[in-house]
């Protein structure tokens, strides 16, 4: 139900936009967020938007460098990545949550409040 997409080999300091496609279901009626894992570490969550696009918040690493964004029209959220760090290095997962029935400004930070999960797509930072 989601597909991310978008991942690869960036340089220090480089940049990356990272998708999340919704293929059944309306984007607009959903949470979504970002959450990463490095390796030999637990998933950590990494941007929230609520189903306005108004509505976000960020992991205090990646304050003032990411930014997540919502295109409706293209059920796709976007994670733009800048000033890319060896510390981002991890697979990036996208993850929704469905949330008509609650305020538009509602989102998760913790991943159990998830039910629908993108594959992961790999980002790494080179030094």
């Known amino acids: 139900q989601l597909q991310a997409s978008g991942g690869g080999l960036v340089p220090y300091g480089g940049s990356l936009r990272l998708s999340c496609t919704m293929s059944v279901g309306a984007l607009n009626l959903h949470a979504v967020a970002w959450f990463r894992q490095a390796p030999g570490k637990e998933r950590e969550f990494v941007a929230a938007v609520g189903r306005s696009s108004g509505y976000t918040e960020y992991a205090d690493s990646v304050k003032d460098r990411f930014t997540i964004s919502k295109d409706n029209a293209k059920n796709t959220v976007y994670l733009q990545m800048n000033d890319l760090k060896p510390a981002d290095t991890a697979t990036y997962y996208c993850?929704?949550?469905?949330?008509?029935?609650?305020?538009?400004?509602?989102?998760?930070?913790?991943?159990?409040?998830?039910?629908?999960w993108g594959q992961g797509t790999l980002v790494t930072v080179s030094s």
């Open positions: 993850a929704a949550e469905y949330t008509g029935h609650r305020s538009r400004t509602a989102y998760f930070t913790n991943q159990n409040d998830y039910d629908y």
